[in-house]
């Protein structure tokens, strides 16, 4: 069964980082783009930022251009979303997804918190 497996969520305070984690296992993980989402309570699913496959091309929303990095490891299986200056804002569940075509496959999920 296809696993995405994510980590790295918590509580920081504004100005903070976090790096998320997602560790990918059963799929053949580099033949898939990845993609970190999150979701605020009472809002849709937003898309956080993508790295594209073969290249590892990388797109960011505009509200956290400058601040996130995502990044991959295809040797590990994994992909990461280095974020940086968080803001209360970015407080929601951050999930994980890998795509390929009209496959997809997501993770369970892990919250960050920002609050003083």
């Known amino acids: 069964q296809v696993q995405l497996v994510e980590s790295g969520g918590g509580l920081v305070q504004p100005g903070g980082s976090l790096r998320l984690s997602c560790a990918a296992s059963?799929?053949?993980?580099?033949?898939?783009?990845m993609n970190w989402y999150r979701q605020a309570p009472d809002k849709e699913r937003e898309l956080v930022a993508a790295?594209?496959?073969?290249?590892?091309?990388?797109n960011y929303a505009n509200f956290v251009k400058g601040r996130f990095t995502i990044s991959r490891d295809n040797a590990k299986n994994t992909v990461y979303l280095q974020m940086n200056s968080l803001k209360p804002e970015d407080t929601a569940v951050y999930y994980c997804?890998?795509?390929?075509?009209?496959?997809?496959?997501w993770g369970q999920g892990t919250q960050v918190t920002v609050s003083s």
């Open positions: 997804n890998a795509r390929n075509g009209y496959v997809n496959y």
């Open positions: 059963r799929f053949t993980f580099s033949r898939y783009a």
């Open positions: 790295i594209t496959i073969p290249g590892g091309n990388t």
